[in-house]
C-alpha cells in the first residue's frame, strides 16, 4: 500500500507568501522607474501597477495614494541611506577631514550612482507643485542629511582641526555641488558625452578645495599626521 502524495497545494501557497512578501519593493521599483522617466504628475498609478504585474486595486492595498507611494520611494531609497550615514559618522574613528571625504564619496557610490539620484532630480524639477512633498522632502531628507554633515564640520571645529565658520552655511557649500552632479548625469551627462562629469574627481577637487579652506595649521598637521624630527648631526669632537 503506498501513502498519499502531499497536498499539491502547499508549494503554491508558500510560492504565493513569497510573491505577496517582495511585491511592495516590486511596486516601490516600478514607482521609482516610471516617476524619474515620466515625471511624478504624468505618471498613474495604473501604469505603476501594471509595471510592477499587479493590478490598480492591488497597488492601493499597500499604498493608498500616489502621494503615500512617492513618500515611501523616498524613505526606501533616500532615507534609510542617510541613516546608516549617521552610523557611520559616529562611528568614525580618524580625522574629521578623512571623514568628511569618506561621506561625500559614499553619498555618491550610495545615491548619486544609483537608480535613487533621479529622485533629486525629481525633487528640484517637480516639487513646487506638491507642497505636502516638498515638506516632507524637508523633513525626513534635507534636514538630517544637513544634521549629519554638520556633526561632521562641528566636530572639526570643535577638535582644532577645522576653524570657526559659519556650520549652516558650510554645509550648503558642501551639498550644493553634489545636486550639480546629479543634475548633470540626469540631463546633458545623458546625452551629450563630452559633457558627462567624472563625479568621484569632481567630488575629489571639491575635498580638496574645501579642506584647505576649513583647515588649520594644526588641522594640517592632523591630516598628514605627526612630523618626524631630524636626527641630530654627529658631532666630530671638534674637528673641522
Known amino acids: 500500500m503506498t501513502l498519499p502524495a502531499s497536498p499539491p497545494a502547499t508549494v503554491p501557497a508558500a510560492l504565493r507568501q513569497r510573491r505577496k512578501e517582495a511585491r511592495p519593493k516590486e511596486l516601490l521599483d516600478a514607482a521609482l522607474d516610471l516617476f524619474v522617466e515620466k515625471g511624478f504628475a504624468a505618471t498613474r498609478s495604473e501604469e505603476v501597477a501594471s509595471r510592477a504585474g499587479v493590478s490598480k486595486g ?3 492595498l499597500y ?3 500616489k502621494e503615500e507611494l512617492l513618500k515611501e520611494v523616498i524613505r526606501h531609497n533616500v532615507v534609510n541611506q542617510i541613516a546608516e550615514g549617521m552610523e557611520i559618522v559616529r562611528a568614525f574613528e580618524g580625522s574629521s577631514s ?3 571625504a569618506y561621506v561625500l564619496h559614499l553619498w555618491w557610490e ?3 550612482e544609483t537608480r535613487a539620484s533621479g529622485i533629486l532630480k525629481l ?3 517637480e516639487v513646487r507643485n506638491f507642497p505636502e512633498i516638498a515638506q516632507f522632502w524637508v523633513d525626513e531628507v534635507i534636514s538630517p542629511a544637513h544634521r549629519m554633515i554638520a556633526e561632521i564640520v562641528q566636530g572639526g571645529i570643535d577638535r582644532g582641526e577645522f576653524r570657526q565658520v559659519n556650520v549652516e552655511n558650510a554645509v550648503h557649500a558642501l551639498v550644493a555641488p553634489l545636486l550639480f552632479l546629479v543634475m548633470n ?3 546633458l551627462g545623458a546625452c ?3 559633457a558627462k562629469l567624472d563625479p568621484q574627481a569632481v567630488i575629489g577637487a571639491q575635498v580638496d578645495l574645501v579642506l584647505h579652506g576649513l583647515q588649520t595649521a594644526a588641522g594640517r598637521a592632523i591630516t598628514a599626521g605627526p612630523v618626524k624630527a631630524k636626527a641630530p648631526r654627529k658631532s666630530n ?3 673641522r
Open 123 to 125: 525633487m528640484m524639477s
Open 98 to 100: 578623512d571623514l568628511l
Open 185 to 187: 548625469k540626469h540631463s
Open 110 to 112: 550610495r545615491v548619486g
Open 237 to 239: 669632537g671638534g674637528r
Open 63 to 65: 499604498y493608498p495614494s
Open 192 to 194: 551629450v558625452p563630452a
Open 58 to 60: 492591488t497597488l492601493y
